[in-house]
């Protein structure tokens, strides 16, 4: 999934809306300790720290963001021209690198896997079986067959799915209207549970009703849940779906980065402006939520579909936030494939020569990334030394107890750096919404938010320092034994699923941070 959100986002144990800013030993929730940070530097004055966000798209009007949202100051908006000479015209608050410069802009895409596919078929689709493959094609010819059978199965999955969640949402709709008329709108599973009735078909929404407000699975949530499915049908897995052709460029050909428009939210804001709302809300301003960061500046990169990123836009954003002053860069997505790793990597290491610290989402397969893939990551096999500003996050929620890791997130006792809040997390959605989510999406600028926070008040750090405070000041918890990602019974020590074994905390952070 390149957008790190869990499916199914319904109530969880985490609810309250600030539940990921607050202090275990204040208010019972593992969160980050924020009025506790802010209380040490009270008497200080921050500065400016701008952050890039490559995402989906950022709704930069959004009434609890806009005034935090970067403006490209050398530019004059909306006259066509590259006023500033940085090779894009009109780039206010970023840039948009999945669109024409016609305004047209590119919203589905393939996954990585299906790319990869799609591009040897014509060759390695030729052969019947592996003994008609010529030798030193056969490694490719496995490699082929092996997509073939994941697409496959992938497709089979979510059709069967797909099917199941349609009739769900039919039988909700009725049920819900029965319910609806009774109780009005807001009914309470208290009220359904009440209702008696001989009536077997009035019993049998009431127990279905029952069961879907226990799971938090609402109208809307499943009608997402759909849309993801229907991505997946006929897009992510569909090899006759060509993705770029909106675009019109060449994918592989990297000689050029200057492509796109100055569209930054598009029609596909939601992801990236609910991780933008997450470091950088405005503050006291009585309207939504509180953003983690102070004096923040968010900047805006569009390149993330729905389907895997491509890596020329990656390797694209991360230059551009790089040459135009971000001191962090938020990437929440990640896939298993990459067709151009070392252009990745190329990136990365530039952005890590300007002092850019670099904050990745670690993942939702709920899978050993000591075994498993994510890109992009910051040691590819190629390269002698890991990315020393780069971090890898995994989700917790707030409880500190047996579900403290996120059921969804990724981990790793080698590649996972540290946990971080994203289980439940309350932040921005277009149009001036708000709005749950869940996934390592949301832990990564939950970290974001503390590396700004700590910028704004210690701007010389560098950002190999603030990698260090981050790690080091994470709150550790060596007795706590959690259930493992991916299974519903099996017990690990917490300690066990990063290399710090802990989660961020901004109290600690500041407090790390005045001792430089």
Same mark, same amino acid.
């Given at each position: 999934m390149p957008l790190l959100t869990s499916a199914f986002t319904g109530p969880g144990p985490d609810t309250l809306d600030d539940w990921h800013l607050r202090d275990a030993q204040t208010h019972g929730h593992h969160g980050i300790s924020l009025q506790k940070a802010l209380d040490l530097v009270k008497d200080r004055k921050p500065t400016k720290v701008r952050v890039a966000i490559i995402d989906s798209g950022i709704d930069v009007n959004h009434e609890d963001l806009k005034g935090n949202v970067w403006?490209?100051? =050398?530019?004059v908006a909306g006259n066509g021209k590259d006023d500033d000479g940085n090779g894009y015209a009109d780039d206010m608050n970023g840039w948009n690198f999945m669109g024409r410069a016609d305004g047209t802009n590119m919203e589905h895409a393939n996954l990585e896997l299906t790319r990869l596919y799609?591009?040897?078929?014509?060759?390695?689709?030729?052969?019947?079986?592996?003994?008609? $493959?010529?030798?030193?094609? *056969?490694?490719?010819?496995?490699?082929f067959k092996d997509m073939e059978t994941k697409i496959q199965q992938e497709l089979t999955e979510a059709g069967?799915?797909? *099917?199941?969640?349609?009739?769900?949402?039919?039988?909700?709709?009725?049920?819900?209207?029965?319910?609806?008329?009774?109780?009005?709108?807001?009914? %309470?599973?208290?009220? $359904?549970?009440? @209702?008696?009735?001989?009536?077997k078909k009035v019993q049998q929404m009431q127990a279905f009703m029952l069961q879907m407000l226990g799971q938090g699975l609402t109208n809307a949530n499943l009608k997402k849940y759909v849309e993801y499915l229907e991505g997946k049908l006929q897009y992510n897995y569909n090899p006759e779906f060509i993705d770029r052709? @909106?675009?019109?460029?060449?994918p592989?050909?990297?000689?050029?980065?200057?492509?796109?428009?100055?569209?930054?939210?598009?029609?596909?804001?939601?992801?990236? %402006?609910?991780?933008?709302?997450?470091?950088?809300?405005?503050?006291?301003?009585?309207?939504?939520i509180e /953003?983690?960061?102070?004096?923040?500046?968010?900047?805006? #990169?569009?390149?993330?579909?729905?389907?895997?990123?491509?890596?020329?836009?990656?390797?694209?954003?991360?230059?551009?936030?790089?040459?135009n002053g971000a001191r962090i860069i938020n990437m929440s997505f990640g896939k298993s494939y990459s067709a151009h790793p070392d252009k990745v990597h190329d990136a990365i290491r530039y952005a890590e020569q300007k002092g850019v610290l670099m904050v990745h989402a670690a993942g939702n397969d709920s899978e050993n990334l000591d075994k498993a893939m994510n890109y992009p990551h910051p040691y590819y096999a190629f390269q002698k030394t890991?990315?020393? %500003?780069?971090? %890898?996050?995994?989700?917790?929620? /707030?409880?500190?107890?047996?579900d403290f890791a996120g059921s969804f997130s990724n981990y790793g006792k080698k590649t996972v750096d540290v946990f971080s809040p994203g289980v439940q997390v309350y932040s921005l959605k277009p149009d001036n919404t708000y709005e749950h989510e869940s996934g390592t999406s949301m832990a990564a600028p939950v970290t974001s938010g503390i590396a700004a926070l700590v910028l704004s008040y210690f701007p010389n750090l560098t950002a190999v320092?603030?990698?260090?405070?981050?790690?080091?000041?994470? @709150?550790?918890?060596?007795?706590? =034994?959690?259930? #493992?990602?991916?299974?519903?019974?099996?017990?690990?020590?917490?300690?066990?699923?990063?290399?710090?074994g802990g989660v961020v905390n901004a109290y600690e952070a500041m407090k790390k941070a005045m001792t430089y």
């Open positions: 403006i490209n100051a =050398k530019e799609r591009k040897m078929a014509p060759e390695m689709g030729k052969y019947a079986d592996l003994k008609s $493959v010529p030798k030193e094609r *056969q490694a490719d010819w496995k490699k069967g799915e797909y *099917q199941q969640i349609k009739g769900l949402l039919v039988f909700y709709a009725k049920a819900d209207s029965a319910f609806v008329s009774m109780f009005g709108d807001s009914y %309470t599973p208290e009220q $359904v549970a009440g @209702v008696k009735s001989d009536d052709a @909106v675009v019109g460029d060449d592989d050909d990297f000689s050029n980065l200057r492509y796109g428009n100055a569209d930054v939210a598009a029609r596909q804001a939601d992801h990236g %402006t609910h991780v933008a709302g997450i470091v950088g809300a405005m503050r006291g301003n009585k309207l939504g /953003g983690i960061a102070t004096n923040v500046e968010i900047m805006a #990169l569009r390149a993330v579909p729905n389907g895997d990123e491509f890596d020329k836009d990656i390797a694209a954003a991360i230059r551009y936030a790089a040459d890991p990315c020393t %500003t780069w971090l %890898t996050i995994g989700a917790s929620s /707030g409880t500190g107890k047996a320092q603030l990698k260090e405070i981050i790690l080091s000041s994470s @709150v550790k918890y060596p007795k706590l =034994k959690v259930t #493992l990602p991916g299974t519903e019974d099996k017990m690990v020590p917490f300690k066990n699923l990063s290399r710090t």
